[in-house]
């Protein structure tokens, strides 16, 4: 919990840095602005309560500062033409009478103010000094890609791609970037004897799905480990933090881009829409991105790093071109320059509605996933209980067998995502079976060493009831009873993290029912024999018996609730009459058409949708 709240006072102050961008770039314009408000929801603190707000206050400096209760966002309200509260003759400094390359700075500045304090404290942080290590690699691993590069025991890296390297923690940045980017990494080595060369590593074949990028690289420090105070010089220091916020926004966007779609890296290969290393791996020493906010615990580097990475995200989200955000803005702007003149106050009210009926529209979808997101937050931080996910001697032939798992491996994460019990293994096995994609496991033998090894599911059908036999993972004997538990902020990313596990495996296995739905793989599964996510969201083996997991404890209940509300909401985000996502196609309709629909359109819309709800329960019923 003290976490949790540290994370959400570090938001509030990172909104009022977005905000005073604006505020300051508005004032370089002479814009008049009339109030800062941080926080959105009913108000708690307002600066002219106690003072009655008169005519020309934005004109003589004296701004309405408005705190609400949810730290979530803000925004600044500028003088507009006409505006009473504008000085008289003073109009022509009005908001809307700016030209639009000004707006659209002063739209700017807000994401700008956050990357620029992000600048600051990786300035900061590199004039001070961190704690490291040493840069000195010992022998690669075979046929990995530092091997294959040349790279020797005792080689010092010094630069990666021509920016300097200060310790081992810029290492594994660089490799970051260029195992999300397929690029190819130069690294400057110095040798024991002091010869120095150039080094260039294939980082293209290497998934975004793993949690180490050194190991995967084939890079690994030499021992001992070699401590050292990574510190750079006032002007070096401010190269390589403006290179690094460059690395870290643009790691961040590429992430978005991961989650949002698949996305296809230079090299051709695709990687999964949601197993990406983003910012999160590097900027806090945390190992794992997904609980990047723990690095409040990590002394003043992590606390930095964290508040830099926040900083970013909020400066990059908000550069999105959507209603309500800054991108929406200078979007709206640029649309009145190539039209030729200013939008109306209507056709603006209509972008900024159709942000907000969006929203509200998928409010109640949203509301489903965040109740099953609390569920599973519940679930992890009270615990429960599970068996130790050590695997036995997997059959012959099968991806286990294939990929390298021997018997007494324990299974420590999948995908980049810890791993807390066996439970979780079949999770990720249900979602990359019925993706088709490879499942990269992080495992650990008993004498304690580490390896990735990555099984290809693609050919096992989604008609199976166990993916665990199928894929080849036999738990070991006898079972060791643990609690699956995780720390409140870790468990609301894991939570998080099976929630859109689930909403995805439900929006396939509706795909599957619907009609023959093709995987990665190109192989056709049959529309009724689908592993969905009730086969996994309950203890029950069967996805088709989800209901009987009321009888399996408070865990199975709690599990069979929140898969009920993540295919409420999934099935009410359908573009179909009726439901929510009919009345999103509604609204963008009437967008594109320029008028509000008649009541006779929406009626026919509506009619449509029962026809089509009759027709598929007809089809539901007709003998097989």
Not at 527 to 538: F, K, R
């Amino acid at each position: 919990m003290p976490g949790l709240v540290f994370t959400l006072l570090m938001i509030l102050f990172l909104v009022v840095v977005h905000e005073m961008g604006h505020f300051f770039a508005a004032r370089v314009f002479n814009v008049p602005v009339r109030s800062i408000h941080i926080g959105f929801g009913k108000q708690i603190f307002d600066s002219t309560r106690s003072r009655p707000r008169k005519p020309g206050d934005a004109a003589t400096g004296r701004v309405k500062i408005v705190l609400g209760w949810l730290p979530l966002g803000g925004y600044i309200e500028m003088a507009e033409p006409g505006d009473a509260a504008v000085a008289a003759g003073q109009q022509a400094t009005a908001y809307r009478r700016q030209p639009v390359h000004r707006r659209a700075l002063i739209a700017l500045a807000g994401p700008a103010a956050n990357l620029l304090f992000a600048f600051c404290l990786y300035w900061l942080m590199l004039v001070l000094g961190t704690q490291d290590v040493k840069p000195v690699v010992a022998t690669p691993a075979p046929n990995t890609p530092a091997a294959v590069a040349g790279v020797r025991a005792g080689d010092t890296v010094m630069d990666a791609n021509g920016v300097p390297v200060l310790g081992w923690r810029g290492v594994r940045v660089a490799l970051v970037e260029h195992i999300v980017s397929g690029l190819p990494l130069t690294l400057t080595v110095r040798d024991a004897a002091g010869s120095v060369r150039l080094l260039t590593m294939d980082l293209s074949h290497i998934s975004t799905a793993i949690t180490d990028p050194a190991t995967a690289a084939g890079l690994r420090l030499d021992i001992p480990h070699i401590p050292i105070v990574a510190r750079a010089g006032p002007l070096s220091g401010a190269v390589l933090a403006m290179e690094k916020t460059r690395r870290m926004a643009m790691l961040t966007l590429r992430g978005l881009g991961q989650y949002v779609f698949r996305r296809r890296r230079t090299d051709g290969n695709a990687e999964p829409a949601a197993h990406a290393v983003t910012a999160g791996n590097v900027a806090a020493p945390h190992p794992s991105g997904f609980a990047a906010a723990e690095s409040v615990s990590a002394g003043w580097i992590g606390l930095l790093s964290f508040i830099a990475y926040l900083s970013i995200n909020l400066g990059i989200v908000n550069l999105l071109p959507l209603p309500l955000l800054d991108g929406g803005e200078i979007v709206l702007l640029y649309a009145e320059r190539v039209v030729g003149h200013r939008l109306s106050a209507i056709s603006r009210k209509a972008w900024a509605l159709a942000g907000v009926s969006a929203l509200i529209a998928l409010a109640g979808p949203a509301a489903n996933l965040l109740f099953a997101c609390c569920l599973y937050w519940l679930m992890l931080v009270l615990g429960t209980q599970d068996v130790k996910p050590v695997v036995s001697v997997p059959a012959p032939n099968t991806p286990a067998a294939v990929a390298g798992v021997r018997a007494g491996d324990t299974v420590m994460d999948a995908d980049g995502l810890p791993v807390l019990g066996w439970r979780g293994v079949r999770v990720a096995l249900v979602e990359h079976i019925v993706s088709g994609l490879p499942l990269t496991l992080t495992v650990r033998d008993a004498a304690g060493s580490v390896r990735l090894l990555t099984m290809d599911l693609s050919h096992i059908s989604t008609a199976i009831t166990n993916p665990a036999t199928a894929a080849g993972l036999r738990l070991d004997i006898p079972h060791i009873p643990i609690v699956a538990r995780a720390g409140p902020l870790s468990g609301a990313v894991l939570a998080m993290e099976n929630t859109r596990r689930m909403a995805m495996l439900t929006l396939r296995g509706l795909g599957q029912y619907v009609f023959r739905h093709h995987r990665t793989d190109g192989n056709a599964e049959p529309a009724a024999h689908a592993v969905t996510a009730g086969n996994v969201t309950a203890p029950h083996p069967s996805g088709f018996a989800a209901a009987e997991s009321v009888s399996a404890g408070w865990i199975g209940l709690l599990s069979f609730i929140a898969y009920l509300s993540i295919n409420l909401g999934i099935v009410n985000l359908l573009p179909l009459p009726l439901l929510d996502g009919g009345e999103i196609v509604l609204l963008y309709a009437e967008r594109v058409v320029g008028h509000r629909l008649s009541a006779i359109s929406r009626k026919a819309w509506v009619l449509a949708g029962v026809s089509v709800v009759i027709a598929v329960a007809l089809a539901a019923l007709r003998p097989v």
